[in-house]
């Protein structure tokens, strides 16, 4: 596959995996012309929440989009045909709208929404392979090996793929893990969080890649200035994960919160536009993932069109 997959992971639950996501997404969009796909593997489906509001992700679904049905197609053995499930242009940015009035190059982002129902569909799946003579412990790959058929059509059409994950590891978010081929960690500058982020890292490393210091893009989300936290954040730099890339420090934000609850489609856009601390924040995010990505052999990074 041509497309960067980058994963989203920690095994810290709370660290802002879906905020960091979007982040990314609306950054490369905006200020890289990058075609963004977003594949929402948590049943909690915050990303898909943010994007879509609870409404439209609920329309989503009785429409038959997003990763639940993505599942359901895989239990049937039947083809998977991802791009009818997927919701593109999910969001529509007031200054992509504007760029393109302009004829500048733009990106878009789409999403492969998820729901709340997806655990319950992973797990019927699971019981069904299960009286078909499959252990429970290949279903990961199984489900690894169908995801990266379906996602093999769209390498061409996206330039990066985000996968948002659950703050755990079932079989759903261990295929998505081990088709991607970089990984950014979210983590708060606390003691519970640099446990979870060493034994996700420990996770990847024993399980899906040995090499992961050198694929591994960290963020330090939500910090608050205070003698403690700097304290966390030297130690996680300079002791427990040295040997990997850190983007920006994103400081704990009020308006990134209020991203969390958008009131309509255009919330999250209405909301880079009046406050300028997230919106340096994302673009400040955003550069850093493609100078790290521009680092790696897997090609360069999508062209920027404007400052």
């Known amino acids: 596959m041509s497309a960067t997959i980058a994963a989203i992971a920690n095994l810290k639950g709370g660290v802002g995996k879906s905020t960091t996501t979007l982040m990314l997404a609306d950054g490369l969009a905006y200020y890289y012309g990058a075609d963004v796909l977003v594949v929402d593997l948590a049943p909690q489906a915050n990303s898909s929440q943010m994007l879509l509001t609870d409404r439209g992700l609920q329309m989503a679904f009785e429409q038959g989009k997003g990763v639940h049905h993505l599942v359901k197609q895989f239990a049937e053995n039947e083809p998977p045909n991802i791009a009818n499930l997927i919701l593109p242009n999910a969001v529509t940015l007031e200054e992509l709208r504007r760029a393109e009035e302009r004829d500048e190059r733009m990106g878009w982002i789409s999403i492969l929404p998820a729901h709340t129902q997806l655990r319950l569909t992973e797990m019927e799946l699971e019981e069904k392979l299960y009286t078909k003579g499959m252990a429970p412990s290949r279903l990961a790959s199984y489900l690894a090996g169908h995801m ?160």
């Open 148 to 307: 990266e058929k379906a996602l093999e059509p769209l390498a061409n059409l996206y330039d990066v793929i985000l996968i948002d994950t659950p703050p755990y590891l079932s079989p759903l978010a261990r295929a998505g893990l081990s088709i991607a081929n970089q990984y950014v960690t979210p983590t708060l500058a606390d003691s519970v969080s640099i446990w979870g982020t060493k034994q996700f890292s420990d996770w990847i490393i024993g399980n899906v890649t040995p090499h992961l210091a050198s694929n591994n893009f960290v963020v330090i989300t939500r910090f608050r200035n205070t003698k403690y936290a700097r304290t966390a954040e030297t130690e996680l730099k300079e002791i427990y994960l040295k040997d990997r890339t850190f983007g920006p420090t994103i400081p704990e934000s009020v308006q990134a919160l209020n991203a969390m609850d958008r009131a309509d489609l255009d919330s999250y856009d209405t909301l880079r536009g009046k406050y300028g601390r997230l919106r340096g924040d994302v673009k400040r995010l955003s550069e850093s993932f493609v100078k790290f990505l521009a680092s790696k052999s897997n090609g360069a990074p999508p062209k920027m069109v404007r400052d």
